[in-house]
């Protein structure tokens, strides 16, 4: 992803999002989980708030990925979104979305030093996130 001038761009017109190259369709695919929060409404649109949704209209639009909106059983705050990207066919995406959710509100949401604006850079909540998606991908692949 390619931000141009600033990694801090506040308009739309600052905003350059490079979406990647398509693979050679015969390279192995792997399943991917993309998690991406960004503020809802027009006046967050094209601005860093948002680069989260950028990215993953990106990657989808790179892979050929029709993104479907889909409601799912979370008690999020308001304009809190979470994206899932996965291969067609996957199973199981709405515990593991809850997964990631209840890994959020534990280290994240309750962090008493966490603002809303600031990025997400807990070593625990990577560490948690990153077991989750392996144990997922395990009960789905076998592997």
Avoid at 90 to 116: I, R, S
Wanted: charged content about 20%; some cysteine.
């Amino acid at each position: 992803m390619k931000i141009s001038n600033s990694s801090l761009a506040n308009t739309a017109e600052d905003a350059q999002v490079s979406p990647p190259k398509p693979r050679p369709q015969s390279s192995p695919r792997k399943p991917w989980l993309i998690v991406s929060l960004g503020n809802p409404g027009k006046k967050f649109n094209g601005t860093r708030h948002n680069v989260g949704f950028m990215m993953v209209d990106a990657i989808a639009e790179a892979e050929g990925i029709s993104i479907n909106t889909v409601n799912f059983k979370a008690q999020i705050g308001k304009g809190t979104k979470f994206f899932v990207v996965c291969e067609p066919g996957t199973q199981h995406m709405e515990a593991l979305l809850k997964v990631v959710y209840e890994l959020y509100t534990d280290y994240v949401l309750k962090n008493p030093f966490y603002e809303m604006e600031m990025p997400i850079r807990f070593k625990l909540f990577d560490i948690n996130l990153t077991q989750a998606v392996q144990k997922d991908c395990v009960a789905l692949l076998g592997r």
